[in-house]
């Protein structure tokens, strides 16, 4: 890649690790600017405003999700669904501890992050997040109907249980946050699976 | 009340407003003492940093919490704990609609806001906020124990299990929130319900 094009990936990295590691408002485009070593000047040439730089990070944690999570974990096809589950929880596990060990915080989900802390203040920025949310709903649906058509799990309404499993995940999120303790997702991070496979209240 | 203490209540009361429909950094002690019509000088009489008017508006909300939600919903002694758990998710969507009518958004939870934007920047806040979860899990879980004696439910780890109904009460929120529609609540809240009715795989 030539020159430009770097800057502007530095720029989309510098803000996701800023972002993720304290928060959207704490930290400015000044900032960023010196930590990606890119001029204030060039900022601008490529992201109008700190509202599209947010955009394009969304975007590249999205391509990075539907690769590294939906691929693996959500699609992946030669384990059954449910399995799957299990398998990302720990996923997450491994995830928080390495994040823990490197930085001393747990950091939570950078969509989950964003969201609640922006959804009342930029609604271009809530709408995509919630696109978002909607792409990652749909996935855990996915995976839910796989399970339904192994005879895994009773048919049932897997629309709403798709959403039912990402509000467990980014409540898991919180929660493992504030107690700043990976463990957590290895206590209440399986009963997502109970949550898959009981799905009676949820179709009532 | 005085004049001096009724200023303290002020503060608290503009701080919780201002931070709950936008966010902690994006509101300072400035803007906080001009809403609640207090001179800057007398903030520090009350509150030596920012900080710890967080810490009285999260002991704020604590003692309405208690009264209002475990008092009423977790505890309420005349209906079984079950259906009290679906009275707290349309009670959960009745304050939303609210909300909503009134400043156009939905705010979420103030304490998982909080949590989830300074976990990582505020280690007492932190602290406190991980507290205040503790109770709250700790509330799901009496419900949990109320709902085995009665044979409601099979016998499981209550802990584990109200942990894992404090996750998924925030997880609605953060989705919730971000979808700025309370409808939501209604479609997924009723979920909660399944989880506590089959601890399986928590217990496991």
Same mark, same amino acid.
């Given at each position: 890649?030539?020159?430009?094009?770097?800057?502007?990936?530095?720029?989309?990295?510098?803000?996701?690790?800023?972002?993720?590691?304290?928060?959207?408002?704490?930290?400015?485009?000044?900032?960023?600017?010196?930590?990606?070593?890119?001029?204030?000047?060039?900022?601008?040439?490529?992201?109008?405003?700190?509202?599209?730089?947010?955009?394009?990070?969304?975007?590249?944690?999205?391509?990075?999700?539907?690769?590294?999570?939906?691929?693996?974990?959500?699609? *992946?096809?030669?384990? %059954?669904?449910?399995? /799957?589950?299990?398998? !990302?929880?720990?996923?997450? &596990? $491994?995830?928080? +501890?390495?994040?823990?060990?490197?930085?001393?915080?747990?950091?939570?989900?950078?969509?989950?992050?964003?969201?609640?802390?922006?959804?009342?203040?930029?609604?271009?920025?809530?709408?995509?997040?919630?696109?978002?949310?909607?792409?990652?709903?749909?996935?855990?649906?996915?995976?839910?109907?796989?399970?339904?058509?192994? *005879?895994?799990?009773? %048919?049932?309404?897997? /629309?709403?249980?798709? !959403?039912?499993?990402?509000? &467990? $995940?980014?409540? +898991?999120?919180?929660?493992?946050?504030?107690?700043?303790?990976?463990?957590?997702?290895?206590?209440?991070?399986?009963?997502?699976?109970?949550?898959?496979?009981?799905?009676?209240?949820?179709?009532?």
């Amino acid at each position: 890649m030539g020159r430009t094009s770097d800057a502007r990936s530095r720029l989309i990295e510098s803000a996701f690790g800023l972002w993720f590691a304290r928060s959207y408002s704490d930290v400015g485009v000044n900032e960023i600017c010196a930590h990606a070593g890119v001029r204030k000047g060039s900022f601008y040439h490529f992201f109008p405003s700190k509202s599209d730089l947010a955009l394009a990070v969304i975007g590249e944690v999205e391509r990075r999700f539907q690769t590294e999570i939906v691929g693996v974990y959500l699609e *992946g096809p030669d384990v %059954p669904p449910l399995e /799957r589950l299990e398998k !990302l929880i720990e996923h997450n &596990y $491994v995830v928080a +501890v390495a994040g823990k060990d490197e930085s001393g915080h747990v950091y939570g989900c950078p969509i989950g992050n964003l969201a609640t802390e922006m959804a009342t203040q930029d609604e271009v920025l809530r709408g995509r997040l919630d696109t978002f949310f909607d792409h990652w709903a749909a996935a855990f649906t996915a995976l839910l109907d796989e399970a339904v058509a192994r *005879g895994d799990v009773p %048919p049932h309404d897997t /629309r709403t249980a798709g !959403l039912s499993l990402l509000a &467990y $995940v980014q409540g +898991v999120s919180v929660l493992v946050k504030t107690r700043n303790d990976p463990s957590l997702i290895r206590t209440i991070g399986p009963t997502i699976v109970a949550i898959a496979s009981a799905p009676a209240a949820v179709a009532a």
